[in-house]
């Protein structure tokens, strides 16, 4: 069973903290990504991955980064947490191949407070 | 950009009836892939079906399928025989490469006994 796994489903950090978002997957898949949802806007595109060491930004980077130095991992960091990056944020990942689909974790909702 | 638009925030069913979820997006490509994805309680968003926008039938899998209408930018679901286990937040999205995907805004869909 082909899986991506968040590291956590519930966080709770206070503003200014540093925040560390995992997720592996174990699908040998080349492109891997973050995304942020939130009700009424659905799924935003933060950063990707298609590579080792490779990113790109997505459609809403700012106050984040992200590092891949493995294939299977492929972590979000906020690098000092605010009340307005309270969401859920999904990690997903896909093979390089066109029209693949895409597997998603849970989910992590984190709260800021 | 291509945009995608999911104008029915909420929508409801009877069990064992069929329900139509609407999705338009725009694009100036002309060949393209379009999928929609179901999240239930779980949060584990779920593949339900894709469309490739060169093919002229209408993708189906099972009880689900779909209503694609290339000039009209139309890519609407039809679920039948809605059962309880199909009440969920359904996305829309369109594939923009290297797996990326543009998502509309979600539908939430209740199902009644």
């Known amino acids: 069973d082909v899986k991506v796994t968040q590291s956590s489903r519930y966080l709770v950090k206070r503003t200014g903290e540093k925040v560390f978002l995992e997720c592996v997957q174990d699908m040998d898949h080349e492109n891997m990504f973050w995304y942020r949802q939130d009700p009424g806007l659905g799924l935003r595109l933060i950063y990707f991955s298609y590579d080792v060491k490779m990113k790109e930004k997505g459609d809403i980077p700012e106050g984040y980064s992200v590092s891949r130095e493995k294939k299977e991992r492929f972590s979000l960091i906020l690098e000092s947490a605010s009340t307005n990056q309270t969401s859920m944020y999904l990690c997903a990942s896909s093979s390089r191949a066109e029209n693949t689909e895409a597997f998603f974790g849970q989910g992590t909702r984190l709260t800021v407070v | ?113």
């Open chain 2, 1 to 113: 950009a291509q945009t995608v638009t999911q104008s029915q925030p909420e929508m409801s069913v009877q069990e064992a009836e069929t329900v139509t979820l609407s999705c338009t997006y725009d694009t100036s490509e002309s060949d393209y892939y379009l999928f929609w994805y179901k999240q239930p309680p779980s949060r584990q968003m779920i593949l339900v079906i894709r469309q490739e926008a060169y093919k002229q039938q209408n993708a189906t899998e099972n009880r689900f399928s779909v209503n694609f209408q290339k000039a009209a930018k139309s890519f609407s679901l039809k679920i039948s025989d809605s059962q309880l286990g199909d009440a969920a937040m359904y996305f829309c999205a369109y594939y923009v490469g290297y797996g990326k995907l543009t998502f509309g805004q979600g539908t939430i869909l209740t199902v009644h006994p």
